[in-house]
Nanobody, 121 residues
Framework: VQLQASGGGLVQAGESLRLSCTAS????????MGWYRQAPGKQRELVAT???????RYAGSLEGRFTISRGTAENTIYLQMNSLKPEDTAVYYC????????????????WGQGTQVTVSS
C-alpha cells in the first residue's frame, strides 16, 4: 500500500488548510485511515482517524477545529484544518490499517511520507 499525502504549506495563524491522502496498491482489508502529526522534538501523535464505515476519532484537543472525511472513493481521505495555531506546526502523516477479515486484529499499518504544515504567528 502506498500513501500519498498533499496539501501542506505555510499559513498564518487563523487560516485554514486541507490535507489530502490517497491510498493505492493492494487495498484488500484496508479498514481505517487516519492522520498523525509530529512536531520537532516531539513524538508522533494522533490527529484523527476514520473507518470505512465513516466512524471518526479525534485527538480531544483538536476536535472542533479539525475534520476528517472520506472522498467519494474510499481510498482518499481529507483533513480540514481551521483556525490554525502555531502549535499545529508539524509534519502530518497519513496512515492506513490492514485488518483481519473480522476487523478485530490489526495486521499492519502503512505510513505515507508526510506533508509539512507550518503556521506562523
Amino acid at each position: 500500500v502506498q500513501l500519498q499525502a498533499s496539501g501542506g504549506g505555510l499559513v498564518q495563524a487563523g487560516e485554514s488548510l486541507r490535507l489530502s491522502c490517497t491510498a493505492s496498491g493492494n487495498l484488500f482489508n484496508i479498514n481505517g485511515m487516519g492522520w498523525y502529526r509530529q512536531a520537532p522534538g516531539k513524538q508522533r501523535e494522533l490527529v484523527a482517524t476514520i473507518t470505512n464505515s465513516g466512524g471518526t476519532r479525534y485527538a480531544g484537543s483538536l476536535e472542533g477545529r479539525f475534520t476528517i472525511s472520506r472522498g467519494t472513493a474510499e481510498n482518499t481521505i481529507y483533513l480540514q484544518m481551521n483556525s490554525l495555531k502555531p502549535e499545529d506546526t508539524a509534519v502530518y502523516y497519513c496512515n492506513a490499517d490492514r485488518r483481519s477479515l473480522s476487523g478485530a486484529t490489526l495486521m499492519k499499518t502503512y505510513w505515507g511520507q508526510g506533508t509539512q504544515v507550518t503556521v506562523s504567528s
